[in-house]
C-alpha cells in the first residue's frame, strides 16, 4: 500500500534541501502497511514530483513535537503552531530515502478524474510509471537541477 500526499511547493523545496526532514500532519493513515509516499505538490506545480520512504511515525502534543523535531521541521513556530491550532495530537513522519522523480508527473494522466487529496490518499498499486521514475532511476540533490525541473518558472 501506497499513499499520495498533498505538500506546498515550498515545503517540497526544503525536503530537496534536505532541510526538512519531518513532514506534520494532525491526521494519520490507518493502514500501518504503506511502502511509499508520493508527493503531490500543490499549485502552482500541481504534479507528482517524487516520493520517499517513512522513517519514525511520532504522534504526541504539538507542543512536544516542536520540541523534538523544530530543528528538522522547515517551519517557523508560527506556521508550525497555526497549523497545528485546536489541535491536542499531532504526527511527526519522517521522511527518509527522498527520492525525485526524472520529470514530474502529472497525476491526471495515471489516474483518471485526479483529484488532490486534502491530506493524503491511499493508492492500492502504483502504476508502472510510478515505479520506474522512482527506482531504477533515483536522482540525488547533487544530479537534480532542483528549480529547473520542478519548479521551472521560480526565480
Given at each position: 500500500?501506497?499513499?499520495?500526499?498533498?505538500?506546498?511547493?515550498?515545503?517540497?523545496?526544503?525536503?530537496?534541501?534536505?532541510?526538512?526532514?519531518?513532514e506534520f500532519r494532525?491526521?494519520?493513515?490507518?493502514?500501518?502497511?504503506?511502502?511509499?509516499?508520493?508527493?503531490?505538490?500543490?499549485?502552482?506545480?500541481?504534479?507528482?514530483?517524487?516520493?520517499?520512504?517513512?522513517?519514525?511515525?511520532?504522534?504526541?502534543?504539538?507542543?512536544?513535537?516542536?520540541?523534538?523535531?523544530?530543528?528538522?521541521?522547515?517551519?517557523?513556530?508560527?506556521?508550525?503552531?497555526?497549523?497545528?491550532?485546536?489541535?491536542?495530537?499531532?504526527?511527526?513522519?519522517?521522511?527518509?530515502?527522498?527520492?525525485?522523480?526524472?520529470?514530474?508527473?502529472?497525476?491526471?494522466?495515471?489516474?483518471?478524474?485526479?483529484?488532490?487529496?486534502?491530506?493524503?490518499?491511499?493508492?492500492?498499486?502504483?502504476?508502472?510509471?510510478?515505479?520506474?521514475?522512482?527506482?531504477?532511476h533515483p536522482r540525488?540533490?547533487?544530479?537534480?537541477?532542483?528549480?529547473?525541473?520542478?519548479?521551472?518558472?521560480a526565480h
Amino acid at each position: 500500500m501506497n499513499v499520495i500526499l498533498s505538500i506546498r511547493p515550498r515545503y517540497v523545496e526544503l525536503m530537496m534541501e534536505g532541510t526538512k526532514k519531518y513532514e506534520f500532519r494532525k491526521v494519520i493513515f490507518k493502514n500501518k502497511n504503506i511502502n511509499n509516499v508520493y508527493i503531490y505538490t500543490t499549485s502552482p506545480v500541481r504534479k507528482i514530483v517524487g516520493s520517499f520512504k517513512i522513517g519514525e511515525i511520532v504522534e504526541d502534543r504539538p507542543e512536544r513535537l516542536w520540541d523534538n523535531f523544530e530543528a528538522f521541521s522547515g517551519l517557523s513556530a508560527q506556521e508550525f503552531f497555526t497549523y497545528f491550532n485546536g489541535v491536542e495530537r499531532g504526527f511527526a513522519i519522517g521522511i527518509e530515502c527522498f527520492r525525485l522523480f526524472d520529470e514530474p508527473l502529472d497525476p491526471n494522466d495515471l489516474m483518471p478524474r485526479f483529484v488532490p487529496p486534502q491530506s493524503f490518499c491511499y493508492l492500492d498499486t502504483p502504476s508502472d510509471d510510478f515505479e520506474q521514475r522512482t527506482y531504477p532511476h533515483p536522482r540525488s540533490l547533487t544530479e537534480t537541477p532542483t528549480y529547473q525541473t520542478i519548479f521551472p518558472d521560480a526565480h
